[in-house]
């Protein structure tokens, strides 16, 4: 089995050389699509490549950007992700529909951080254009109710180290 796994990925190695080789740059197209496809693969890293070839094309810039952070979320890295859903959100293009699910990921990502108030925050925007827009009702209240929780969680007073703490790594 380990054999075939290995061969079945030089195999896939040299077929992605080959698209590379058949793929203009600037076939804006093929790469989203190549992207959609390595991302449904569990190929992360590949599809994060092609998204941001795809990202040059004004047509697909915010679905691009949008994978893009997708894909960093699937890695576990939340703070690239919201560098680039902040980066879709911001674009000049931006449609109302894209904004509004842009915002719902960004308010995905600050929940998955425990940073229920700039979760709410988002899902509220999202809540005001379309209260049925996927679960955001369900999520903007529990985000309400875990951030005002948090808060009364959170002391006023700072806190300190304990001495059994190392202050080195």
């Known amino acids: 089995n380990e054999d075939f796994q290995v061969?079945?990925?030089?195999?896939?190695?040299?077929?992605?050389?080959?698209v590379a080789q058949q793929v203009e740059e600037t076939d804006y197209e093929t790469?989203?699509?190549?992207?959609?496809?390595?991302k449904e693969m569990g190929l992360l890293e590949d599809a994060v490549r092609e998204f941001t070839l795809a990202q040059r094309s004004?047509?697909?810039?915010?679905?691009?950007l949008t994978m893009i952070g997708l894909?960093?979320?699937?890695?576990?890295?939340?703070?690239?992700?919201?560098?680039?859903?902040?980066?879709?959100?911001n674009t000049e293009n931006v449609t109302p529909e894209e904004a509004m699910a842009l915002r719902y990921e960004i308010g995905l990502a600050y929940e998955s951080m425990g940073r229920f108030r700039e979760a709410a925050k988002f899902y509220e925007k999202v809540h005001a254009m379309d209260s049925s827009f996927r679960d955001v009702a369900t999520r903007l209240s529990e985000a309400r109710r875990l951030s005002t929780e948090q808060s009364e969680d959170e002391s006023p007073e700072p806190r300190y180290l304990s001495y059994s703490t190392p202050l080195s790594s």
Not at 7 to 18: L, N, P, Q, R
Not at 32 to 38: P, S, T
């Open 7 to 18: 061969s079945f990925a030089d195999v896939f190695d040299e077929f992605k050389k080959g």
């Open 31 to 38: 790469h989203y699509n190549l992207g959609i496809a390595y």
């Open 58 to 64: 004004s047509e697909r810039a915010i679905g691009a």
């Open 71 to 89: 894909c960093y979320l699937e890695m576990g890295n939340t703070s690239e992700a919201l560098k680039y859903f902040l980066k879709g959100l």
